[in-house]
């Protein structure tokens, strides 16, 4: 019999899940109450890195593991993907960071000063030292949710604009709630995690892949939009108020920009924005079930480096029954989730 599924949000984690399904078999429609992908949603906002080597630093063996699941999916179905790998500089104060950031990671190799400028001849003279995780990848979120977007409706997925589900799912349909931060209602353990991001015009530099700039107080990373366009981010910062950069993060942003390159003060802001990260308390994503909903969320900040994995796992769960403990929680039935 085919499996029914609506998906509740068309973010990164419910596109996925949407592609994934109808590849396998399902007939699956997407609600989401934006009118498409847009800035209603945490990934309109998201930097692009698919950097699973460098994202083990802070977040451990599993975002690795899922992250290194993901990258072919997203080369193959995702013309937006590029892969030139990632360059990580510090500044000659904060070589220790650089040594540390090493010891914590793996995939990468090390670079002088001839290295760094080898793949990145605008940065030659800037840095002494770098780590170049040469398998990593980047894409144009924006892009790529568009492209899902296609690629959902091609195979004959119904998507719904501007639409909002309430009370239970329709008879003889699983409910996939990818709604994001807004799932809160239903899990409290949720919370928001803000990122802001700005996005600069700069045909005077040029670079090629995404550099993150390590430092105790300012990380940075800079991640090329083509077009000499450059997305720069992000803060990090425990609360859940959407809305406008403040004034502090765009100073701290665009000081360590000009820190990078002092061809960034020349820079035009193209945009500013802001996305709130839904996370877990371990910062860790995870698969629910409360009856016929199964809940996909806590993709924090690697949504577009591991929605492929987790969307495997759910279609295994779902169309094969599989276990998938690694981000499944034991099945809650019909209670309230906790
Ligand atoms: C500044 C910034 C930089 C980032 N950089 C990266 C990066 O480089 N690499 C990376 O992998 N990740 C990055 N992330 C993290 C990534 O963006 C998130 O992990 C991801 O977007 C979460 O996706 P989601 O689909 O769970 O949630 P969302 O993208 O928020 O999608 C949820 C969707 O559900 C919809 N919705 C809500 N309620 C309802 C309802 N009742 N009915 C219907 N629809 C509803 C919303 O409108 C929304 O479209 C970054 C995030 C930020 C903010």
């Known amino acids: 019999m085919t499996l029914r599924v609506s998906i509740l949000g068309a973010g990164v984690a419910g596109l996925t899940c949407a592609l994934e399904l109808v590849e396998r078999g399902a007939d699956v429609e997407v609600l ?95 840095f002494q030292r770098g780590l170049f995780f040469g398998a990593e990848a980047h894409l144009d979120p924006r892009r790529a949710l568009a492209e899902l977007v296609c690629r959902v409706r091609a195979r004959g997925v119904t998507l719904h604009w501007q639409a909002e589900a309430s009370g239970r799912p329709a008879r003889g349909r699983i409910r996939l709630d990818c709604r994001g931060l807004a799932a809160r209602d239903a899990w409290p353990a949720l919370r928001g995690v803000r990122g802001e991001m700005l996005l600069l015009r700069l045909p005077e530099l040029n670079l090629t892949r995404p550099v993150r700039v390590l430092h105790p107080r300012l990380p940075l990373y800079i991640v090329p939009r083509g077009a000499h366009t450059y997305l720069l981010g992000a803060t990090q910062l425990e609360s859940d108020a959407a809305g406008a950069i403040s004034v502090r993060s765009m100073l701290e942003l665009l000081a360590a920009a000009y820190a990078l390159h002092p061809a960034f003060g020349e820079a035009q802001i193209l945009e500013s924005g802001c996305g709130v990260r839904p996370a877990l308390p371990d910062n860790l994503p995870r698969v629910r079930r409360a009856g016929d909903t199964l809940y996909v969320n806590g993709l924090y900040r690697h949504g577009f480096l591991i929605a492929p994995a987790l969307a495997r796992r759910v279609a295994d769960y779902l169309l094969e029954g599989q276990r998938i403990p690694e981000v499944m929680d034991e099945d809650r039935g019909e209670r309230r989730l906790a």
């Open 32 to 126: 989401e109450r934006g009118d498409g992908p847009g800035p209603q949603s945490c990934s309109w906002f998201a930097g692009g890195m698919l950097a699973p080597w460098c994202e083990e630093e802070h977040a451990g063996s599993l975002i690795r593991l899922l992250g290194e699941e993901s990258l072919p999916w997203w080369e193959r179905q995702c013309s937006a993907t590029v892969q030139r790998g990632t360059l990580v500089v510090a500044h000659e104060r904060d070589h220790a960071e650089l040594r540390q950031f090493a010891t914590r990671t793996h995939a990468h190799s090390s670079c002088d000063a001839a290295a760094v400028a080898g793949l990145e001849p605008d940065l030659a003279g800037h």
